[in-house]
């Protein structure tokens, strides 16, 4: 058995704030497998957890307790360089409120994490262009982000989560600023792209059960712990 | 916006009317600006410059790059009518008048090269960034932008660099020069390195010999003086005239120094030149004075007599406030004695005499090599002139004493400019300081994100640093040119006095430490928070964004 047969493993993990005197238990002694190319949704009430656990498998926080281990790595053990390299290539982020650089435009934006990756000028350039070409975007390239929609501010945000093709794409509440309607469409690229790639595993934080339904599994967290986990297919 | 902008406009005013009132209470007492007016000057001018910038700054939709050509087509204008009065009487500007346009025109040029820096900062910075395209690579177009998206703080940190470093720069330049006129300006009262002159009597050539022979004695020019019923023209008054007879080989092997010498001629020659051309023909140099008395100029003849040649026709080859060596020894205010000076070559065709066989003089100008002593060699002087019981009444002065004088004057001056220079200093920095601390607090969640998608702590780092550097930079270049600038024109048209020349220099050590501190203030305001911020949890960066 390879010891990456899942493409994420969370291992009794438990991540504890300190906010003044007072100690706060974000999620508790959470044990998860995720499979790669598996398309699923985490949901819950506020302060459920939901977004810390999204930070703990995207490499931005580290566990208290536990561990956690990215195509076989655990992160919990690294060291900030170590965690930097980890989000630039196995990791693709998709904020809710989008966050490309303002200054820059959407060829410039999608390029950003293929920069940091050493990728040369013209292969970066052409992968960013592809993928912005398949999200319906190739007329905006040079458009900044505050010349295009918020449906167009998302997929480019999606080109930018693809740029380093990463094993593991990481949405927190990608359709909570846009209308349904744009906010379904996005949803449907992402689970096209998931059967297209299908090494390529897609974990989407909602509060949205319409969102939440097209997701292939749903894992419903409560006060920190694995409520159920519903399984579509 | 509104409250905040009044509030720049009155501060605007404050400083302005603070400004205007230093620089009224300057020109008042100009005269005496040895004694601090000077210092009144140099803060009301910088006062006034950064009030004008900020009432400039206050009016909403300047169009900068008018604004710019205006003030620095005035300020030039200001300056060429300042320079003129200063030098062509025919403008009959009062010297008062001459410095307040020299220095409001170099006022007007700071402040108009900073607004059109501010109009141009765009293309300077896009082309200052390439030079980091190596380290940053695509980053760079990232640093570029991040700099002109907020144009106003950018130009705000630009200009607070180039206005206060230009005035540094300025001053320093300004006195840079006056120090570097120190000895050149100590040998142009004494004459050459040492003088040896007589009152009323007459001393033999045959002091030369002796003279000549003390050590470190590299050159003895003699003078002669003719003062016995000299008369120019017809010009007969209560005024006396003497002719100055020079060696114009030797007495210019004396004064050899780039020296701007403004009081010995404006003509902007070398004292060579200006003194060959007495080898001219029947030729002759006047003091002005006796020029204005007759009403003529160089081009001009004058017809001139003595006890010891008939009325010659002289064509005047140049004029001159004063000589090296001539003035103390034989000039005198009261009653006033004119001068003209002629060659050997043109007295010897006058009188027969040539150099060797004129049998008095009246003293020397003397040149010392480097190793020489002042002292010892005053001491052998006494010795040889005191075997000579005939002469008496001499004298011996070196440029010692002027050169002390001087240099005590200009560090007086630097003394007490060097305190508003440095306070003028720390406020610069600490305004460049809070303004880059601001602006990357202000994008912390841009860090965040940066960290998010995978770019290192050192990527981050060098990206602000690329920031600071290159607007630092761009103000330190334009801060430093117009600063040399007007220091250059400020030299060149202060109406110094008489005993002071000046030569031109660029205090490169003054300068290259202004640039590393500023440099180095800069890259600790950038990179303190910069490496603070990433320091912080970037989920806690990213949240700032409203996310």
């Known amino acids: 058995?390879?010891?990456?047969?899942?493409?994420?493993?969370?291992?009794?993990?438990?991540?504890?704030?300190?906010?003044?005197?007072?100690?706060?238990?974000?999620?508790?002694?959470?044990?998860?497998?995720?499979?790669?190319?598996?398309?699923?949704?985490?949901?819950?009430?506020?302060?459920?957890?939901?977004?810390?656990?999204?930070?703990?498998?995207?490499?931005?926080?580290?566990?208290?307790?536990?561990?956690?281990?990215?195509?076989?790595?655990?992160?919990?053990?690294?060291?900030?360089?170590?965690?930097?390299?980890?989000?630039?290539?196995?990791?693709?982020?998709?904020?809710?409120?989008?966050?490309?650089?303002?200054?820059?435009?959407?060829?410039?934006?999608?390029?950003?994490?293929?920069?940091?990756?050493?990728?040369?000028?013209?292969?970066?350039?052409?992968?960013?262009?592809?993928?912005?070409?398949?999200?319906?975007?190739?007329?905006?390239?040079?458009?900044?982000?505050?010349?295009?929609?918020?449906?167009?501010?998302?997929?480019?945000?999606?080109?930018?989560?693809?740029?380093?093709?990463?094993?593991?794409?990481?949405?927190?509440?990608?359709?909570?600023?846009?209308?349904t309607e744009t906010g379904i469409e996005i949803i449907q690229f992402l689970k096209k792209l998931n059967q297209e790639q299908k090494s390529k595993t897609f974990i989407i934080v909602t509060h949205n059960p319409l969102i939440a339904n097209m997701t292939n599994k749903i894992i419903y967290l409560k006060d920190g712990t694995i409520e159920k986990i519903e399984s579509k297919i | 916006m509104t409250a905040r902008r009044i509030i720049i406009f009155l501060i605007g005013i404050l400083f302005s009317i603070s400004g205007i009132f230093l620089c009224i209470n300057y020109f008042k007492s100009y005269i005496s600006f040895l004694t601090g007016s000077f210092l009144f000057?140099?803060?009301?001018?910088?006062?006034?410059?950064?009030?004008?910038?900020?009432?400039?700054?206050?009016?909403?939709?300047?169009?900068?790059?008018?604004?710019?050509?205006?003030?620095?087509?005035?300020?030039?204008?200001?300056?060429?009518?300042?320079?003129?009065?200063?030098?062509?009487?025919?403008?009959?500007?009062?010297?008062?008048?001459?410095?307040?346009?020299?220095?409001?025109?170099?006022?007007?040029?700071t402040i108009g090269m900073v607004c059109l820096g501010c109009q141009i900062l765009p293309y300077i910075i896009t082309g200052l960034s390439y030079l980091f395209k190596p380290i940053l690579g695509f980053?760079?177009?990232?640093?570029?932008?991040?700099?002109?998206?907020?144009?106003?703080?950018?130009?705000?940190?630009?200009?607070?660099?180039?206005?206060?470093?230009?005035?540094?720069?300025?001053?320093?330049?300004?006195?840079?020069?006056?120090?570097?006129?120190?000895?050149?300006?100590?040998?142009?009262?004494?004459?050459?390195?040492?003088?040896?002159?007589?009152?009323?009597?007459?001393?033999?050539?045959?002091?030369?010999?002796?003279?000549?022979?003390?050590?470190?004695?590299?050159?003895?020019?003699?003078?002669?003086?003719?003062?016995?019923?000299?008369?120019?023209?017809?010009?007969?008054?209560?005024?006396?005239?003497?002719?100055?007879?020079?060696?114009?080989?030797?007495?210019?092997?004396?004064?050899?120094?780039?020296?701007?010498?403004?009081?010995?001629?404006?003509?902007?020659?070398?004292?060579?030149?200006?003194?060959?051309?007495?080898?001219?023909?029947n030729s002759t140099i006047l003091f002005y004075e006796l020029a204005n008395a007759l009403n003529k100029t160089v081009g001009d003849y004058i017809n001139a007599s003595s006890a010891e040649f008939k009325t010659t026709k002289l064509q005047i080859v140049g004029l001159c406030g004063r000589m090296p060596g001539v003035y103390y020894t034989y000039y005198e205010y009261s009653p006033p004695h004119y001068i003209a000076i002629l060659s050997w070559s043109t007295f010897f065709k006058l009188t027969g005499y040539n150099i060797t066989s004129y049998p008095n003089l009246v003293g020397w100008v003397v040149g010392l090599d480097s190793l020489a002593n002042d002292g010892l060699v005053r001491s052998q002087f006494t010795v040889i002139l005191g075997q000579y019981r005939t002469v008496y009444e001499w004298d011996i002065e070196s440029i010692r004493k002027p050169v002390e004088q001087y240099s005590g004057i200009i560090n007086t001056i630097y003394g007490v400019l060097s305190q508003i220079l440095f306070i003028a200093l720390i406020v610069s920095l600490l305004g460049l300081a809070i303004t880059m601390n601001i602006s990357i607090r202000q994008r912390r969640s841009e860090i965040g994100i940066l960290r998010a998608i995978g770019i290192s702590k050192r990527q981050i780092l060098q990206m602000f640093f690329g920031e600071t550097i290159t607007i630092s930079i761009t103000g330190i270049l334009f801060g430093s040119i117009t600063g040399i600038i007007i220091g250059y024109l400020l030299i060149y048209n202060f109406p110094f006095i008489e005993w002071m020349a000046v030569i031109f220099t660029i205090p490169w050590t003054t300068l290259g430490i202004y640039w590393t501190i500023l440099l180095v203030v800069a890259l600790l305001s950038s990179g303190i928070p910069a490496y603070n911020a990433n320091k912080t949890n970037i989920i806690d960066m990213i949240r700032l964004r409203g996310g």
């Open chain 1, 1 to 179: 058995m390879k010891a990456h047969n899942y493409v994420l493993e969370l291992m009794n993990v438990t991540r504890t704030y300190q906010l003044g005197k007072l100690k706060v238990t974000a999620i508790k002694n959470i044990t998860l497998q995720i499979k790669a190319g598996e398309f699923l949704s985490i949901m819950g009430p506020s302060g459920s957890g939901k977004t810390t656990l999204l930070n703990l498998i995207g490499a931005l926080d580290t566990p208290s307790e536990g561990c956690v281990l990215i195509e076989g790595n655990d992160i919990s053990k690294m060291n900030d360089a170590q965690l930097t390299k980890i989000r630039r290539h196995k990791i693709g982020f998709i904020f809710q409120f989008y966050n490309l650089i303002p200054v820059l435009n959407a060829l410039e934006n999608v390029e950003l994490p293929m920069i940091a990756a050493k990728i040369p000028r013209k292969s970066r350039e052409r992968h960013a262009k592809y993928l912005l070409s398949i999200l319906g975007l190739e007329k905006r390239l040079h458009h900044r982000p505050e010349e295009l929609s918020g449906g167009e501010r998302q997929r480019v945000a999606i080109a930018r989560s693809l740029a380093n093709n990463p094993s593991i794409i990481l949405g927190d509440e990608p359709t909570g600023d846009l209308d």
């Open chain 2, 139 to 281: 980053l760079r177009a990232a640093m570029t932008r991040n700099i002109l998206r907020y144009p106003r703080r950018t130009q705000n940190t630009f200009a607070m660099i180039a206005l206060g470093l230009a005035f540094l720069i300025m001053i320093s330049t300004f006195l840079s020069s006056i120090s570097a006129g120190i000895l050149p300006g100590a040998k142009l009262s004494v004459g050459g390195d040492m003088r040896v002159g007589w009152g009323s009597d007459y001393a033999p050539l045959s002091y030369t010999a002796n003279l000549k022979g003390v050590n470190h004695v590299e050159l003895l020019v003699p003078l002669r003086i003719v003062s016995s019923n000299c008369i120019i023209d017809e010009y007969i008054s209560d005024y006396y005239v003497h002719f100055i007879i020079i060696n114009t080989t030797d007495y210019a092997k004396l004064h050899k120094e780039p020296t701007l010498l403004q009081a010995l001629n404006p003509t902007g020659l070398s004292v060579d030149d200006f003194i060959h051309k007495l080898d001219q023909e």
């Open chain 2, 41 to 109: 000057f140099t803060l009301g001018a910088f006062l006034l410059a950064v009030g004008l910038f900020l009432l400039i700054r206050s009016l909403h939709k300047i169009q900068f790059l008018y604004f710019g050509i205006v003030l620095t087509v005035f300020g030039i204008l200001e300056l060429f009518i300042g320079f003129q009065a200063l030098f062509f009487e025919t403008m009959n500007f009062s010297e008062f008048m001459q410095i307040g346009e020299v220095l409001i025109g170099g006022l007007f040029f």
